[in-house]
């Protein structure tokens, strides 16, 4: 654990704590793991007794005795070799679990901007390839090494002791020639496994993306070059593995080679000292069998060096992703209230569950971050409890931003968007989007059943709740024709429904909070004008009593908010009522015209049709 301590921090945290909650599992699995290396490294010599009881022409019962002792270590190294495995390697399955589940845990933490940055299929080779190199780390790397060092050493003491110092300097001397190896490859092998994650999160990206948008190559006639644009990303992935397997390859024909000339020097050597009477004959098969004992985890030092690199590179991949800042929250220790434009501290008494849904917007400026360009200028409004304001712009105007930054989904300073009284930023996220009821351009489905999709997998709605849900979403005469009704399964980002019936089911979802603040960016834009109307005076009840804010490129859908805003660039060009924005003739009047001009001439194309 020094080496990895000397490279990473929070995983490793994360590994002691692991761990220390299986600590006894891990004490019971070493201690069995350095007894069957003891009585491992025995048999060489009990073999060697065999040989010269035989050989000596001892009494049946003296080479009945090495027998049978020579037959209870094997039995005895088979039943703990299977104790130790259990406790240790199975661990390790514990572990990739544990890791799977706090990276999983971690991620739902990071703030929007995380996932801006990031490729998905990046984050599924974190999730996959990087956890299972780690837990190979505990299982085989871990355990080879440390059998593999009582083995060796118990069997060099033996071999010393009892047969020939010059001897086992001679079954000694590749050593030092694979140590060299070692220590000049092992810095390529943890470059080049790591440009092995990056080959695989490519190519699941690629994977991913494309079967996202498979309707799109479809209907594009895409197929054969999506094909051919994968095999690329494949290639890639292919290059990058061999020219690891190259490098991590070079270890053991080395080992063997080394130990393979030795293995002659020892045989040439070593008949000479029996045949001289130096050593005995069951000597000579005890240190034959010894070299092999020793060779054994010399030989797969390779692949345990090769397995040690790709944990550690995996590692150091990890903590990139757990290092990254959670979502800055805020504990209730101190709000910050506007009362009539003048901001001052006071301290909570009590916690926040339930927030008042007036929203003031005060000087606020904001770029994305890591850019530049300013996507909201200097914007002020106020929205009392109760209202409701919709927001018009052309695309690309800071609309979505700006409801964003009401959920807190990127940061803001301080003094700048008040909720209910308090500073965004001292309100606790979960209090904050618990409120606020979020209605998405992007409807997102998950592939389960339309209840658990209005619910959000929440089993504390009635059935009598969610279908109001949906009548006031205009939603529920669609969904009771389905043949399993409201058990329906959607498919994957439920493409099996349409645009409109999205919207509406995303619609349900967000009414069935029963949230002090209603959010609805864009929501109506798959549905038709009819069924826009009858939704509209649905929501007109709902939003009784509670803020609402509603996105639109439609005037009809905004005309009825009690204030209006005009969006352009970033600025407020216009606000007002829908009669007071008209007065003016400006960008808000020229919007309006316009759509009722384009909704005449479909009237018209549709009577001649």
């Known amino acids: 654990m020094g080496l990895l301590r000397s490279y990473i921090v929070k995983t490793t945290q994360l590994l002691w704590e692991f761990i220390k909650q299986f600590k006894w599992r891990y004490i019971i699995g070493m201690i069995v793991l350095l007894i069957t290396s003891f009585i491992s490294s025995m048999i060489p010599k009990i073999t060697g007794y065999v040989t010269d009881s035989i050989n000596d022409r001892m009494p049946a019962s003296v080479t009945n005795k090495y027998l049978l002792m020579l037959v209870a270590a094997t039995v005895a190294v088979f039943v703990l070799r299977f104790t130790w495995r259990y406790f240790l390697v199975g661990s390790n399955r514990y572990l990739e679990c544990y890791l799977r589940e706090k990276l999983f845990a971690h991620m739902q933490t990071l703030p929007a901007s995380f996932y801006d940055n990031n490729k998905t299929g990046d984050l599924i080779a974190y999730a996959i390839n990087d956890i299972q190199a780690i837990r190979r780390v505990f299982g085989f790397g871990f355990t080879s090494i440390l059998d593999g060092v009582v083995v060796n050493t118990i069997s060099i003491m033996i071999m ?195 927030l008042r849904g007036h929203i003031v917007i005060r000087d606020l400026t904001f770029a994305y971050p890591g850019t530049d360009k300013i996507v909201l200028h200097d914007i002020n409004l106020e ?143 798959a549905v038709d004008t009819k069924t826009e109307q009858r939704i509209l005076e649905n929501l007109k009840n709902v939003l009784k009593g509670r803020t609402g804010i509603v996105i639109s490129h439609r005037v009809s859908v905004v005309r009825y908010c009690d204030h209006i805003i005009f969006l352009d660039e970033g600025r407020i060009i216009e606000r007002g009522t829908h009669e007071e924005l008209m007065r003016l003739r400006g960008a808000y009047y020229n919007l309006y015209t316009s759509q009722i001009e384009q909704a005449e001439d479909n009237l018209l194309l549709q009577a001649r049709g």
């Open 383 to 525: 929205i009392k409890e109760g209202e409701t304001l919709g927001i018009l712009g052309r695309t690309g105007s800071g609309k979505t931003t700006l409801v964003n930054l009401l959920l807190r989904l990127y940061e803001v300073e301080d003094g700048h968007i008040f909720i209910g009284g308090r500073d965004i930023n001292h309100i606790p996220l979960k209090v904050l989007r618990e409120n606020i009821g979020y209605v998405p351009q992007d409807n997102f489905l998950f592939s389960t059943t339309i209840k658990d999709n209005i619910q959000f997998f929440k089993p504390i709605y009635s059935d009598s709740q969610i279908e109001d849900a949906a009548k006031m979403a205009g939603i529920y005469d669609e969904i009771i024709s389905f043949p399993e009704g409201f058990n329906t399964v959607v498919g994957e980002r439920g493409v099996t429904l349409s645009g409109g019936q999205k919207q509406r089911i995303s619609i349900a979802r967000a009414i069935i909070k029963d949230p002090s603040i209603l959010i609805l960016d864009d929501s109506l834009s």
């Open 160 to 354: 010393v002791r009892t047969i020939s110092p010059m001897l086992t300097l001679m079954a000694l001397a590749p050593a030092p020639i694979i140590v060299l190896v070692i220590y000049f490859l092992r810095k390529k092998i943890r470059e080049r496994f790591g440009m092995v994650q990056k080959a695989f999160a490519e190519m699941s990206g690629k994977v991913q993306e494309s079967i996202s948008g498979i309707r799109v190559i479809k209907a594009f006639a895409q197929e054969e070059e999506e094909v051919e644009d994968f095999l690329k990303y494949n290639q890639v992935r292919v290059d990058t593995q061999m020219s690891l397997t190259r490098v991590s390859a070079v270890l053991g024909p080395v080992t063997q080679l080394t130990f393979g000339i030795s293995t002659v020097l020892f045989i040439i050597y070593g008949g000479g000292l029996v045949a001289k009477g130096v050593i005995s004959l069951g000597d000579y098969v005890a240190f034959s069998s010894y070299i092999m004992v020793i060779m054994g985890p010399i030989v797969s030092i390779g692949r345990i060096i090769d397995v040690w690199q790709r944990g550690i590179a995996s590692i150091q991949r990890l903590d990139r992703i757990f290092c990254q800042s959670s979502e800055k929250d805020a504990e209730n220790a101190l709000a910050t209230v506007s009362l009539f434009g003048l901001n001052r501290q006071v301290e909570d008494s009590q916690p926040v569950e339930k």
